[in-house]
């Protein structure tokens, strides 16, 4: 017969013990070092309670810095309407002028009152440079007044810009104030971090958009057309406020009552209406004989429509502060709450230490393990299954939870990666041409010009249209003229090497930038590109045949003089100019000496 085979013995909790002297030392040892750490636990809660309170202080600064601000940029509206009037005001700024800085005093009083708080550990250095700030302002407004005692004639453009720039120098001063009130705020919670952001981004908005009006200030006041450095701080300006709408939007995406309470306001009347109205007196001012408003007029109409951005800045504060008081309350709750749980279960401890270890330490060591495993990356590993019940089972429940969430998170970060990669790739090509779109090309250019390739080496800027395109795109239609363009971008990439940088950076502009060595080099490869181009017969979507011409302009420049590629464009554009203004279908470029 076959032998029984050997019965598993049940597993039971070790038998108890008679408490004796040595335990009950042991034990009134852990008692008193429970609680020693949790008096301990208690100061450092506590002290993160005085973090919290610090933090709403130093939002109360935060806070005041930004309506500072917003009052030093809002004055800059009825200074411009001021210099742009054609009389001269002996007795100083105007009521609304006067009014606006008397705004802009009691906003700063109200800041340096914050920063003379005793209590504030970083605001030294911040009094000093606010000290600074008034000192600067003061020397600003100086130079306005002698402006305003002028007649509007005898104010030069210089002197209304320069005016317009020392107004806009002191409001970028107020950012080292803002940053490190920010900070002792972060340091404190990050609860409230994405609406101090987005309240920091719609005061710089506020102050751009100013800033956007107050590009036209000089234009309008000596009633002449924007020059082209002008309409180029124009665009500028325009781009850098759709830069802060975009972040905005992104950092509400998560909220989405944000983009239903004051930003939607914000879109309306300032990105809808208030851009609508400078397009209008950009249009108005892009060449002689147009009747221009006002500075006056443009403030009268455009400042109104900045106010839901301050209104949006308001809310964000608003919320802001509401996040930072909960963070104290909750700091203090929590405080209280464990100086209490510590005295309970200080009196609690001897009666529960055996079950304490029983039923808590050994499934906390197991589920400790199983989560620095997967903190480590280990997703293989196995969750202890012992048989526990009630919370301690719904803890590891969690566990194995968490373990497949870590899994799903890093498939969606491979995914994610993924798509940055693509849309990467999708940002810096043209759809149409297959070629480099302008932002890739100016990266890329300042690249290749900084790489030394020796003294003998020059860098060649290349700016090309086709001739006469809208011609083709009103004769044959756009398809026709996009097939233009690709035949463009196909002809490029036969007749350019591969480390050659080649853009379409226009709706028919095209720019090129490689190396050669020297003049001549230079103009070859173009005169090749043009003959290929000319010799190419294209048909039109009903299949009319026709062929194309481009104009070229050339910029070369040593490598070893170290070549500002925005010069190189520009001389290049303009050596285009000269081709179409010659005829077309030709190549200008640099003199020889230019090498």
Known sequence: MRANAPVAEPRHPPPATPVNPRFS????????????????????????????????????????????????????????AALGSDDALPDGAPAPLAAARRDTDAAIARLRTRLDTPSCGWCESERLGLARLVNDLTSARNDVDRLLKLPGPARTDAALNDAVARMVAVVRQFRRIIDASQLAIVD??????????????????????????????????????????????????????????????????????????????????????????????????????????????????????????????????ARAEAALLRHRSAMLARCVAIAVAGVVLASLQFALFWLF??????????????????????????????????????????????????????????????????????AETDALTGLMNRRAFEGRARVLSSIARGTESFVTLIAF??????????????????????????????????????ARIGGEEFAVLLDTQGYAEALQTVERFREKLSNVTLRATDGTPFTMTASFGVAVSARDAAPDIAALIARADALLYRAKTDGRNRVVADEPAAT
């Open 357 to 426: 270890r029983r039923y808590v330490i050994a499934p906390f060591n197991d589920a400790t393990r199983a989560i620095v495993a997967i903190a480590g990356g280990d997703l293989t590993a196995a969750v202890q299954s012992h048989a526990y019940r009630g919370d301690v089972q719904s803890l590891f429940d969690a566990v194995q939870v968490l373990r497949s969430n870590s899994r799903e998170r890093m498939r969606l970060e491979q995914e994610r990666n993924a798509l940055i990669d693509e849309l990467k790739t999708m």
């Open 465 to 502: 249209d086709i001739d006469h395109f809208k011609r083709i795109n009103d004769t044959y239609g756009h398809p026709t003229g996009d097939l233009a363009l690709k035949t463009i971008g196909n002809l490029c990439r036969e007749t350019w090497r591969r480390d050659d940088i080649v």
């Open 188 to 317: 404190s919670t990050t609860g409230a971090l994405d609406f101090l952001q987005m309240a920091r981004l719609a005061a710089t908005m506020r102050d751009e958009a100013g800033l956007l009006g107050s590009r036209f200030t000089s234009a309008l006041a000596t009633h002449r057309p924007l020059t082209q450095a002008e309409q180029l701080n124009v665009e500028r300006s325009y781009g850098r406020m759709q830069q802060l709408r975009f972040a905005i939007e992104s950092l509400a995406a998560t909220n989405p009552a944000l983009t239903r309470g004051a930003f939607v306001q914000v879109n309306e009347q300032y990105f809808r209406l208030g851009l609508d109205y400078i397009a209008t007196v950009r249009a108005l001012t892009g060449g002689p004989g147009s009747p221009l408003p006002t500075t006056a007029q443009f403030a009268a109409t455009y400042v109104p429509t900045m106010r839901p951005i301050v209104d949006f800045r308001d809310e964000m504060l």
């Open 25 to 80: 030392a042991a034990a009134i040892l852990i008692g008193c070092l429970f609680l020693v750490l949790t008096a301990a636990l208690v100061w450092y809660e506590w002290d993160a309670y005085a973090d919290a309170n610090d933090a709403v202080a130093s939002f109360g600064t935060f806070r005041a810095t930004l309506v500072a601000m917003e009052k030093v940029s809002a004055e800059r509206g009825p200074m411009n």
